[in-house]
Every structure is written in structure tokens, then in C-alpha cells.
């Protein structure tokens, strides 16, 4: 009976050093009949550019004994939801101020921001205007429901010299009640799935329409070539890599990282959307 309870004690306890980020398991993959752990790494991304880049460190990882499974979301809210829930190790998909913004929200106290890996820009694209010179008195502007990206948005039009906010906004947190002068009388709708911006732009469906570079890419457009009013690139929007603080220091999530920080993946980064996605150094 000893030996029994021996032997119970022994298969939990290798359960439990097995059971961390992702799935681990045993693998004979040197040829010599001697098995080598492999650890699955579950990652929740947007479809464009987040899981082709996890896509294009997949090979690397393989390498340090790791198999990068990718989870696409379409949607903006599912993705955390899912992080929280430890369906997925981490995911890929959101920049800082969305990140900080749904933390302080949904009460995920257990996220991390691991780090930023690239940046997209944005830009107010038009089929009515090629210069904002052009843009006509009592214009409307169509933006996303996502509050964190609008004053993205705000901050581009007050570069141009369209809005200005009250004195000592932060213009990373703000609104649109945030806006003092508006000489042009702009009419701002804010109530768009950023999904669907791409489709709102193609109906024509307003004087400008500010889009996300993965959304705009989807339909052919490039910031700096199409759109009329084009975000800087000292720009604070970051897309991060974001995990829990349960598997934050994990080997496989640091070596995803890694990857993802990695010259080669930049490169390709930088190669494949030709600026309009950019790479994050550090």
C-alpha cells in the first residue's frame, strides 16, 4: 500500500512540473532514440500583420524546442478575454494605451505588457479629398468606437491644425469632449467597429475615415501613399506582446519575444509592409 501511495505521489508531482506556459511533452527528435521536451506555446493575434509575423518566427522557436500554435481573433475584445481565461499563453494584437485602458476597465490586474514589437500607422483616408487643405467646413470624420484610439486620432487633426484640445489634456487619454476649437465645424462620428472602417471608407461614407494600417492593408491602402493625414512616427502606439504575470518570466514566452524583437524578423518586418508597419527596437 506504501509503495502504491509512493507511486501516486511520484505521477502527480511530474504532472505538476510539467503543467506551466503552454503544454510540454516528451519527443524522440534526435535520432539517437533519446527524447527531448517540446513546449507548446499558445498565442491569440489579429490576422494581418500580427500572426504572419508569428508565423514567420515559427522557425526559430522550433529551434529551442518550441511549437508556436496561433489563435486568430477578429475582434478587439475576445483576445484578452481568452488571456485572462488561460486559453491562450499570450496574445499579440493590441497597442499600450488600448492595453492600459483595458486593464484599468475590465480589472485584468494580472496582465503584463511584455514589450512592443512593431508599429502601425494610422491615417484619415478620403475619396472626396487628396489634400487637407480641400476639406470642407462642416465635414464629418469617421474614427472607431475604441476610445484609446481616439486621441490617436485627435492628436493627428491637431497637428493639422483642425482641433486643439483644453490645455493640459493628455492627449494620449483624450476624447472628443476634450476638443476647445473646432474653426471647421467637423463632425465627428466615433461609433464604427474598427473592423468594419475599411468597408466605411470603400462606401464613401465620409469625408475622411481614420484607419488602422492592418485594416487599410486589407483593402490596398498605404498610409504614407494614400492617406491625407498620416501619424508621425514617434508615435506612442506600440503593439505589445502581452501575457500574465503567472508566466510572465516563462523560458518559452521569453524566447517568443525574443524572436519577435529579433534583427532577422525586423528586417522582414520592415521588408514586407515597406513602412507601413515598423519594427520596434527596444
Same mark, same amino acid.
Given at each position: 500500500?506504501?509503495k ?16 506551466g ?9 534526435d ?11 499558445? #498565442? ?20 529551442e524546442g ?7 481573433f477578429?475582434?478587439? /475584445? ?21 492595453f ?8 485584468? &490586474? ?17 475619396? =472626396?479629398?487628396?489634400?487637407i487643405? @480641400? ?7 469617421i ?15 491637431? &497637428? ?9 489634456? @493628455?492627449?494620449t487619454?483624450?476624447?472628443?469632449d476634450?476638443? /476647445? ?15 468594419l472602417l475599411?468597408a ?8 475622411? #475615415? ?32 502581452? #501575457? =500574465?504575470?503567472?508566466?510572465?518570466? &516563462?523560458?518559452?514566452?521569453?524566447a ?11 528586417e ?5 509592409? &515597406? ?8
Amino acid at each position: 500500500m506504501k509503495k502504491k501511495l509512493i507511486g501516486i505521489l511520484a505521477v502527480s508531482a511530474l504532472a505538476l512540473t510539467l503543467a506551466g506556459c503552454g503544454n510540454s511533452d516528451k519527443a524522440a527528435t534526435d535520432g539517437s532514440g533519446k527524447k527531448e521536451e517540446t513546449t507548446t506555446l499558445k #498565442v491569440g493575434a489579429s490576422p494581418t500583420p500580427h500572426a504572419e509575423i508569428l508565423e514567420f518566427v515559427k522557425p526559430q522557436l522550433e529551434k529551442e524546442g518550441i511549437t508556436l500554435e496561433i489563435e486568430t481573433f477578429n475582434d478587439y /475584445v475576445l483576445p484578452n478575454k481568452a488571456l485572462e481565461e488561460k486559453e491562450i499563453d499570450a496574445n499579440y494584437f493590441q497597442h499600450i494605451p488600448f492595453f492600459d485602458l483595458t486593464v484599468k476597465e475590465s480589472g485584468y &490586474d494580472d496582465f503584463v505588457n511584455k514589450g512592443a514589437i512593431h508599429i502601425e500607422l494610422m491615417a484619415l483616408y478620403s475619396q =472626396r479629398i487628396k489634400d487637407i487643405k @480641400d476639406l470642407k467646413d462642416g465635414a464629418t470624420i469617421i474614427t472607431s468606437n475604441s476610445e484609446s484610439d481616439w486621441g490617436r486620432i485627435i492628436t493627428m487633426l491637431q &497637428d493639422e491644425g483642425l482641433v486643439k484640445v483644453k490645455e493640459g489634456t @493628455d492627449l494620449t487619454t483624450a476624447t472628443f469632449d476634450d476638443i /476647445v476649437e473646432n474653426p471647421k465645424k467637423l463632425k465627428f462620428n466615433h461609433d464604427v467597429n474598427p473592423e468594419l472602417l475599411a468597408a466605411t471608407y470603400e462606401n464613401d461614407e465620409a469625408d475622411l #475615415v481614420a484607419i488602422n494600417a492592418n485594416f487599410a492593408g486589407g483593402i490596398d491602402l498605404s498610409p504614407e501613399k494614400d492617406g491625407v493625414i498620416v501619424e508621425k512616427d514617434n508615435s506612442p502606439y506600440g503593439n505589445i506582446l502581452a #501575457v =500574465r504575470t503567472d508566466n510572465e518570466d &516563462d523560458p518559452a514566452i521569453e524566447a517568443l519575444f525574443k524572436a519577435l524583437r529579433s534583427k532577422e524578423t525586423q528586417e522582414w518586418i520592415t521588408e514586407k509592409w &515597406d513602412g507601413k508597419i515598423k519594427p520596434v527596437s527596444e
